[in-house]
């Protein structure tokens, strides 16, 4: 049996807004055969994972906590993938951006009692995401050097950063030599919005408004239609007379900001310090938002709320029905799995073929 | 000494061979498979996990070529089948394998692992620098022997240069009635088999053990690899080593003490001072900065082979991640 792809004559609206929702579909059913294989009830799993975690306040505001950095990441990097930049290293400028972030509280511990902290950690970090980005921003425009591995690469050198910076000279000497920073207090801390029912924080407030301003951007923009032109036909964008070195900076440094971003608000907020580990991929769950998302910043607010929940999920279903929390992982990789496959429906359809057709069987 | 670090570095190397040779092949037949460093490790956990429940690690290494091979399909299904976007569905790939390997490999966590044998061959092995030539463990003689036979396969067969074709032009090599899209799933299947048997080396031989993403990145430098090698599989070899001392020697001066730095470092101290500002400056870098070292490398070497626009050009496979749908 061979797969054949007939090119539809226009792109199919109906696949466009329905794969996300199949995809989700097969992930459940797959997540389902999961559970039999690891001899759990799927239903007590699907619960567990999807529906608990929305029945109660508290875990909704932890909701909000996982999905703004999600989403954050996840509008930036769709300009990026938009633009035809392939950005993997967001968890790399999330974590240079705690780091900027945290600098000047760290540094000098009494602008904690001042007002103007906040902003300008907030400012730090963005900073520090951008230049982090700027690095591979800079190889590709001028040595034409492939983003993608130069990206990741950087991952594992702002981890070890952060490492050698809260185990060494940024240590809390008042910590046991335990490895982290001291606890931010004060002004430092990313006020919550409604602390009587739970910890959510201004991150999610940042998350939505940058996802609009992104849609602002991207679709009723010049600049839009820019990152889209270049995206599609670089050469197109030549003549029309974009500057596709200009769009490799803006794509980077954009989406390098919002990451940085989300890890000074996550530090500054959820954590509440400098610590070793500060994400649990969030940077590389976000590229699974961008694409569930289709790329388009409202949809991304959607699906980083749906990523947020697979990670809520996935500590409930430990405790709950004592499957590993690496289950979550899993789901989130299959997620993405789907979702590409369901976009191949909008521009092809697919027909089986018999063997004897082509000649040959290919699967 | 000398002898023990260079063994070091050829067991550090093998699995950037293996993965990188494996993919070499994928991107000559034009598919960019980003999803190595996923393959790698569902092939480290699933050949730890065969190995530990028979006690014999040749059916680990077995277990984790056939786990690579049927990961790929994966792969290969959307992104040659499907004509999915090859960079997004190679990092799917990626994530998959992290989550699925981290789930399968949570019972293993901290068991004590099978370890492949090295081979003794008596006389030789115990020739001096004996055990470098004549007493490794088999995946290393594999891998060299791979590294050849794919040169050979590549460069001096027909079916090498029919897929060869394929990656530099689908169209044309279709036009000409060659089966674009048998042959890249073919050469899929080849790097996943590759990218699990470099796991297996990983949980087999170079730790005997199963520790959660514990290829480190290691998928990846094998990526950057072929981009260094330029697509030709000396190059990789060279390229593979060259990390591979790179891994070891940062490895070696964490671990050192000062003594021993002095050890080394005493042939360099002509004058004394040399020798303690040496000494002094080696220890004083904090052990995250060495850790770093092969991937700043790796961010380097690209940047000094990319630099050259018109080579890269004349090189890359033309087709190289551009999906094909035959027209009929």
């Known amino acids: 049996m061979r797969i054949e792809l007939i090119k539809r004559p226009q792109h199919s609206k109906l696949f466009a807004a329905l794969s996300p929702f199949i995809a989700f579909g097969l992930t459940v059913i797959a997540g389902s055969i999961l559970f039999l294989f690891l001899g759990k009830s799927p239903t007590a799993g699907l619960y567990a994972y999807f529906i608990a975690p929305l029945t109660e306040v508290w875990s909704l505001h932890e909701l909000a906590i996982k999905a703004a950095p999600l989403i954050l990441i996840g509008v930036g990097l769709s300009v990026c993938y938009l633009s035809n930049n392939w950005n993997i290293g967001a968890e790399g400028q999330f974590v240079i951006g705690a780091v900027f972030g945290a600098m000047l509280p760290i540094l000098v511990p009494s602008i904690q009692q001042s007002p103007v902290a906040l902003p300008v950690m907030l400012v730090m970090g963005a900073l520090g995401g951008a230049l982090y980005a700027a690095i591979p921003a800079f190889l590709k425009a001028r040595f034409n050097t492939n983003e993608i591995l130069t990206s990741l690469m950087l991952v594992y050198v702002a981890q070890l950063i952060l490492d050698w910076l809260v185990r060494g000279p940024w240590r809390d000497p008042a910590a046991m030599n335990f490895p982290q920073a001291p606890r931010f207090t004060g002004y430092a801390v990313l006020p919550e919005l409604m602390p009587m029912s739970g910890r959510a924080n201004l991150g999610i407030v940042f998350a939505l408004v940058a996802a609009m301003l992104v849609w602002v951007l991207v679709n009723r923009m010049l600049k839009g239609f820019e990152v889209r032109v270049i995206g599609m036909s670089p050469r197109a964008g030549k003549f029309a007379g974009f500057s596709a070195t200009k769009m490799i900076f803006f794509a980077f440094l954009l989406s390098g900001a919002l990451a940085g971003l989300a890890g000074v608000s996550e530090i500054s907020g959820a954590i509440g310090r400098l610590q070793p580990s500060i994400s649990p991929g969030y940077g590389f769950a976000a590229i699974i938002v961008a694409f569930l998302g289709r790329l388009n910043p409202l949809g991304i607010v959607a699906a980083g709320l749906v990523l947020a929940l697979t990670y809520l999920g996935g500590e409930a279903a430990q405790i709950s029905i004592g499957v590993s929390d690496k289950v979550a992982r899993a789901f989130q990789g299959m997620l993405l799995f789907f979702v590409l496959a369901c976009d191949t429906f909008i521009h092809y359809r697919i027909r089986f073929a018999s063997g004897r057709a082509g000649g040959q069987a290919n699967a | ?328």
């Open chain 2, 1 to 328: 000494m000398l002898e023990s670090i260079l063994l070091t570095i050829a067991t550090a190397a093998t699995p950037l061979l293996l993965a990188a040779i494996g993919e070499l092949v994928v991107e000559r037949s034009g598919v960019l498979n980003l999803g190595v460093e996923g393959m790698m490790l569902m092939g480290a956990v699933i050949g730890f996990g065969a190995a530990l429940s028979t006690g014999n690690p040749w059916i680990g290494v077995f277990a984790a070529i056939v786990a690579g091979m049927l990961f790929s399909m994966l792969f290969a299904v959307l992104a040659l089948s499907l004509a999915t976007n090859q960079v997004a569905t190679g990092l799917s790939l990626t994530l998959l394998g992290v989550g699925l390997s981290g789930m399968i490999g949570e019972a293993f966590v901290g068991q004590p692992g099978v370890k492949m044998a090295a081979i003794y061959i008596p006389g030789l092995t115990d020739l001096p620098f004996g055990r470098l030539f004549f007493g490794q463990d088999p995946l290393f003689y594999i891998s060299l022997l791979l590294t050849a036979g794919v040169a050979w396969f590549l460069f001096r067969t027909r079916a090498g240069l029919t897929l060869r074709s394929v990656g530099d032009s689908h169209s044309s090599a279709h036009a000409l009635g060659i089966k674009v899209i048998p042959i890249r799933y073919a050469a899929v299947a080849f790097g996943g088999a590759c990218a699990g048997l470099a796991g297996a080396q990983m949980s087999l031989v170079y730790t005997s053990q199963w520790i959660e993403n514990m290829t480190a990145g290691r998928g990846w430098i094998a990526l950057a690899l072929v981009v260094f090698a330029s697509w030709r599989p000396g190059r990789v070899l060279l390229g593979a080593y060259l990390f591979g001392a790179i891994t070891i020697l940062q490895l070696h001066v964490q671990a050192m003490s000062v003594n021993e730095i002095a050890q080394w470092t005493g042939p360099f101290a002509f004058v004394p001072e040399i020798g303690r500002w040496l000494l002094g400056a080696l220890k004083a870098v904090p052990t995250q900065f060495l850790s770093a070292l092969p991937y700043l490398a790796t961010v380097i070497v690209l940047v000094i082979i990319s630099r050259n626009r018109r080579l890269t050009l004349i090189n890359t496979p033309a087709s190289l991640g551009r999906p094909f749908v035959p027209d009929r």
